[in-house]
């Protein structure tokens, strides 16, 4: 049974090229138990396609429901756990592959909009970042490969710190840029307009300025805020400042600064002065003193870095990942004695990594252990806790024991899953408050339609805007995209069978994404009303119908359910015969199709030809 709207949400992860999407996805995916710990960040679950896997890029967008058990801060009014659904896409970065990017802002609510912490904001970061903001969607910043400040750049917490104050200030640059030109545009508009369906339809002018307040605060990133999260996926980490607080608070590291005060100065030029208690300004100059970002957010990883490198190098292994320390092994390869030497929680060094653990850790078990009784993610406290994580999961080289203890000591998927339930609106938030205009029917522009057409479309326009779940309501699908998968990937007992000679690896089914905005979508138990993007009020007798099977997107696999309810995405499947890029559903024929956008980056290339051999033959991917 799919939860309701409101313990739902609907969120696509969106990036430069190799800036991360997919082995974050990758975690969050092994949160759920999906897929192994140790394949996590290197299976690239959501890149199903053989051409993805072989090229190692994205080239298809694709989608997965995941659980979370999301926990509110004490200081909200419901401090209940919830049981949430959150139902993610991953999207490709290159530009070549932007139809599937914008599919994606379409059906979601949030995005998770990543960068690297070295490469900094690219070309294609700034152009995600402005059809975000034309789809109205709410940004969740994720500052990737932090650990590369410390393993390849060499920077010390303070230099780190600095540069990462400086990428969130250049993003809310771009966006403050973005949403002064927007606000003289939409100025503009409404001064020198002269359309008369826009002299018609107020309510839209309306809904643009009256959303501006609430567009500046959620393109403002502040880490305070909870909407930046801090990561390295690769290994498995992240945190946001708002736990990191209820971290130190919990754990007395800071005790006379509660919370909600405390967050106020971990991300600034703060520092805090253990003997007085107190909080004073921080100055960039001074090398003595770290600002308290640096001492208690970085200065753990960079120990628990450090203090690995140094058990590698104990035990005769060169080391990979800090650079200082290579040095000191003098660039030597392993030996034959010391190939198959593994790295234990005792060995010299690692004394700093347990030490390190005990501070700042923004594991469930540590924020709130009464709720969170799991065992299997807690934080070592000892050498022998840590060595019974190492020979549980076959942890022995440098990377497999940063990332077992990493992922334990400040969880990504935690962080990342707890930020779109705090910050990304639900599926009913986002149709009534952010996406007024991105998720609005047509208006009828037929100036002949009865009283009781009026009325009933009128029935089935605030359904949508309300995005009511209800049985007795309008049921109101959008198909963004449609998309070809195997049939194998299929789980359908009740599909026609294949001829015996078929091949399932072969068979092609085209299954079209859709999010659900009102009703339920049932399989086989209705004959829905077809609209297309261009269909005008007036011709009723000519909409087609269909029955449909609505299936749940589980990655490269899909799995048929009886029905969806409003505030999640499915795949439909008989709707191949329709020569139409997106079309709207609804089991009322007084309904009108979703307004869309007709936008996006065109891409560069559209056929690829690669050879496979000398002899001529070659592959031919389209794009």
Known sequence: MLPSPSSTRLVTIIAHVDHGKTTLADNLIESNGIISERLAGQLRYLDSNSEEQRRGITMKSSAIGLKHLYVPPKNKQNNEAQDMVIHLIDSPGHVDFSAEVTSSLLLCDSAILVVDAVEGLCARTHSLVREAYIHQLVPILVINKVDRLCMEMGLDVNEAYVRIRELVESMNAVCASMLNSAAVANTHDNTNSTNGDEKKDGKESNSKSSNTVEENEAWNFDPIKGNVVFTSAIHGWGFTIP???????????????????????????????????????????????????????????WEIYEGV?????????????????????????????????????TSPGMERVISALQVGGTSPSIIQPDINSSN?????????????????????????????????????????LDAVCETGPSPAEATLNYRTRALALQNLRNTTDTVQTIQEFKTIQEAVRQCNPSEDVPTVAHVCKFTSTNRSSVTDSDLPPLPSDADPSTSNMIMGIARVLSGNLRTEDVEYYIFGPRYKNGN???????????????????????????????????????????????????????????????????????PVSASGECHIWRV
């Open 309 to 345: 490198s140094e058990a590698a190098m104990s035990v005769g292994l060169k080391s990979d990942l800090v650079d200082g320390y290579n040095m000191s092994n003098n660039g030597t390869s392993p030996t034959k004695k010391t190939e198959n030497v593994k790295i234990e929680a």
């Open 376 to 416: 299997d993610r807690a934080v070592p406290k000892t050498a022998q806790e840590l060595q019974n994580i190492l020979s549980r999961i076959g942890a022995g080289s440098e990377s497999s024991i940063v990332t077992a203890v990493l992922r334990r000591y400040r969880p990504l998927s935690d962080a990342i």
């Open 243 to 301: 736990t990191l607080a209820r971290s130190l608070f919990k754990s007395k590291t800071i005790s006379n600064l509660k919370p909600p005060i405390l967050r106020q100065y971990l991300f600034g030029d703060y520092k805090y002065n253990v003997e007085s208690g107190k909080v004073l300004k921080w100055k960039q100059s001074s090398s003595n003193d770290e600002c308290m970002f640096a001492k208690y957010a970085l200065e753990p990883l």
């Open 540 to 610: 009723s007798s000519n909409i087609p119908k269909q029955r449909i099977r609505c299936y749940l997107l589980m990655g490269s696999s899909f799995v048929r359910v009886n029905s969806v309810p409003a505030g999640h995405i499915c795949a439909i499947y008989n709707l191949e015969g329709l020569q139409l890029k997106t079309v709207t559903l609804c089991d009322r024929k007084e309904c009108m199709p979703l307004r869309g956008f007709d936008f996006g980056l065109q891409p560069l290339v559209k056929v690829n030809v690669e």
